[in-house]
């Protein structure tokens, strides 16, 4: 399974595409979990459950070469940055703003995808590719414009110093270590495969929470915790720790990493969705028509060539 053949394009298309959904999900429904429980006990619980529930995917496979001193670097960074530091700067910065504002930040995610995707795996990102980029970040930044007039921010009259900007600071922080997480998985699917990748991260983010982890474990009354705080959590380590990173491993082996970051605009996307229907956010008009702006860059990323050319050419000739 491990070393079996990428997937068609059409799959790794549907497999980038419910990933970047899935965490757009849980970076929402991260709020309630961070009201209730200490970040890095949560971080720490989320890679726990997730590492038993793929404890049998650790085995390394017979077909699977011995690992070289850079793979074992890129596994440590990829985890490092993707999973400590995404969920540290993301569930902080969530809990500083809200979920519409974390899918704001993420705007600027499919170009810093595309960027270091140039800068370090050396790919060619194709003019189509680029516009794409473009109408992804142009789409979430009319969102964003959108967004700060359309009422008060909840948690802006808290009283926490500076909530605006340090929650804005984190998020950022968090599209950086996404962009380093999808150019480095790129490159570690050319020596293992998405199981393994999968689960040998989640054992690295466990370890590298377990110190903060356990010191807030120490302090915490897990007997306040109720029922429906325990199936989300469940829900969330499921989703974060597995779901979320096989299926972007799966894609990236069929598409090249600057077109699979285009698919990163889902996370917003989703992420403001869910603060809607789940958390009592809202949305206005403009708000929807500058989501069916960045969606269009996934159906731009995605079409087959010939097929794109077809629907620019027929669109300039109605023009």
Not at 4 to 9: D, F, T, V
Not at 70 to 91: D, K, P, V, Y
Not at 242 to 250: A, D, F, G
């Amino acid at each position: 399974m491990s070393r079996s053949a990428p997937p068609s394009r059409p799959l790794a298309y549907l497999c980038l595409g419910l990933s970047m959904s899935l965490v757009g999900s849980y970076v929402a429904l991260s709020k309630p979990l961070a009201a209730v429980l200490p970040v890095f006990l949560l971080a720490w619980m989320r890679f726990g459950i997730g590492g038993l529930a793929m404890l049998h995917w650790l085995k390394k496979p017979a077909d699977e070469p011995p690992m070289t001193a850079q793979t074992r670097r890129l596994l440590f960074l990829e985890s490092f940055l993707g999973n400590f530091l995404f969920t540290a700067c993301m569930i902080y910065g969530v809990s500083l703003t809200n979920a519409v504002t974390a899918g704001v930040t993420m705007a600027s995610m499919p170009a810093a995808v595309a960027l270091m995707s140039w800068a370090f795996l050396r790919e060619k990102v194709s003019p189509r590719t680029w516009v794409a980029v473009g109408l992804a970040v142009a789409g979430i930044a009319m969102f964003a414009i959108a967004s700060r007039g359309h009422g008060p921010e909840p948690g802006a009259t808290t009283g926490k110093a500076g909530p605006d900007w340090l929650g804005q600071v984190l998020l950022l922080g968090a599209v950086v270590c996404e962009a380093a997480y999808s150019v480095i998985g790129k490159k570690l699917t050319g020596a293992l495969g998405p199981r393994r990748i999968t689960s040998i991260i989640n054992l690295w983010g466990f370890a590298l929470s377990a110190p903060l982890g356990l010191y807030a474990a120490w302090h915490f009354d897990f007997a306040a915790v109720g029922w429906g705080t325990w199936l989300l959590l469940v829900f969330y380590a499921l989703a974060a720790s597995i779901w979320t990173v096989w299926l972007w491993m799966t894609g990236l082996r069929a598409v090249p990493a600057a077109q699979g970051g285009v698919f990163t605009v889902l996370l917003p996307v989703s992420a403001a969705l869910v603060g809607v229907l789940v958390l009592g956010e809202s949305l206005s008009g403009l708000q929807l028509v500058a989501f069916a702006i960045a969606l269009a860059s996934v159906l731009l990323a995605t079409l087959p060539s010939r097929l794109a050319w077809r629907v620019g050419k027929d669109a300039s000739g109605r023009q």
